[in-house]
Structures are given as structure tokens and as C-alpha cells.
């Protein structure tokens, strides 16, 4: 598939840039969220070793497009679309790192959320203004919020709809880094690449467990952790890890990504 609304690139270390272009305000119009669940299906079709997620420099997203909402009609159309590109992007296996500058609102903010990794510039803002319209987060936001910042801060952000600056979005945990504007793009390729050169099968197992567990008791994440642990020991990269460690100490190994 052709995209229109966004670009999809690919280099030589195997990672892939998702870099959102609709206009000035990036609305994430259905059009858009379709090229966006597009590229999320092409991606998991050939994974790479690393996805970032980025927008404008001015507007990472401002939403969904306010111009094509209704009544709960659309919704029940709008709603699961988002759902349904966000989750597929969520579950790539391989980390995938939100690159935010500028504002990052509604649908922006959730598309950020749905990223396993959010860095930003120092001129990011996030937040979930859907309640100034008189309405609630429904690209995840509800949901993946309160399990980034905890529940009572998530309210109070989504209940206000105030907008939350990038020094504060790290203080909350809401960013996970804050680097200076011109160093965005830079900050977020070195650590595509520092993923890239990892062991790929072992990364995309830690995830899985990560991202499993988190939907399960203490008691059932840890026997998911117990059988993903013996599955990564199939691999020739735990083989070659513990090899070289033992040979030439931690950091060293060459993986060959299976
Ligand atoms: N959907 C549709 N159109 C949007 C939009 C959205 N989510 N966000 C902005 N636009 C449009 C504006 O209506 C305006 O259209 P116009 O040029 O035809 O008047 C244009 O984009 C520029 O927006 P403007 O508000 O003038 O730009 P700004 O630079 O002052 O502010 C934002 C940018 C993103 C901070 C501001 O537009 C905003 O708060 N947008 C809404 C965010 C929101 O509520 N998102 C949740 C949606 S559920």
C-alpha cells in the first residue's frame, strides 16, 4: 500500500521510521489511523529491530479529527479503528519508541502511550483534552494512562484536560527522557541502533513478558517469566551471549538476531 498521510522508511540498520504528515495539525483523521494500522501490519509482517513513532516538529498529533466526529454512531466506527491500529502497533515485537516534539494531544497522547518508549523534546506537550469537548479519551487513553502515570494523576489530567508540559511529563513518568529540541531525532536513532546491534528473539520475548504480565496476578506473570525463560535459551543468541561473556566479558557479543 501506497501511504499519503505519513512516510514509512527503513535503513540500514533495520529500523523503521513511522513519521505522521496530515496536514499542519496532524489530525489523526480515520484515513490517517488507517495508514498508521497499514504500516503497523507491514512492520509485523517483517519486523525490525526497532520502530520510532514521530510526528511535526510543531504537532506530534493533535487528535482525532474533530471534523469527523458525530454521534455515537461514528464513535462506535472511530473507536475500535484506533483501537485496533494503536494495539497492532503496541504489539509489534520490538520496541517501539515515540519521538515527540511539540504538542501531543488526545489521539496523540494515546498514540505516544501505545508506543513502548516516549521521548521528547523539550518543547513536547502531552494531554488528553477530550473533556473540553465534552467527551472521553477513546484511542486508549483511559486505559494506558493510568498504567504509565497511576490512576489518580490520570484522572486528574483527563477530568481537566490540561495540557502537561515536557518537564513535568517526565516528572510523572509520562516521558520517559526529555532532551533538548534539536536532539530529538538524534537521541531516538541512537537508541534504535543500541537495540539493533541486541539480541532480537530475546528482546521481542521481553517484551511479550513485560507487556503479559502486566495483564496477570504477581504469581502468573512470574510463571510466564519462567517458561519465556527457558524459551530464550533456544536461541543461538543466549548461546553466543554467555560465550562471549565467559570469553571476553559483559557487552561484548556479536548477536546473530535468532
Ligand atoms: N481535529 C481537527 N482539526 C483540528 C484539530 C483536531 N484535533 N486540532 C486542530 N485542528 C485545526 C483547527 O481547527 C484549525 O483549523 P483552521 O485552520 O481551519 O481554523 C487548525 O487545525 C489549526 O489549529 P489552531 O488551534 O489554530 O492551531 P494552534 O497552533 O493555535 O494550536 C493545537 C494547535 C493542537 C494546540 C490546538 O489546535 C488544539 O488544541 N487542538 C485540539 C486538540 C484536541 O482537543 N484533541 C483531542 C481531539 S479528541
Redo the contacts with the bound molecule.
Sequence with gaps: MGYELLTLERDDHDIATITLAN???N???GELVAEIHEAAKELASAPPAAVIVTGGE??FA????????GGPEEAAVIGPQIHAAFDDLADLPCLVIAAVSG?A????CELALACDYRIASEKA?F????I??G?I??GGGTQRLPRVVGASKAKEISIT?R?VAADEALRIGLADEVVEHEQLHARAMQLAQTIAAGPRVAQAICKRVIDGGLQLSLADGLRLEQEAFVEVFKTEDSQIGVKSFLENGPGKASFVGH
Design positions: 496536514g499542519k495539525v489530525a489523526l483523521s510543531r504537532i493533535a487528535g482525532a479529527d474533530i471534523s469527523q466526529f504538542y494531544l488526545g489521539g496523540g506537550v494531554g488528553q483534552p477530550e473540553l469537548l467527551i479519551p477513546g484536560g495540557q
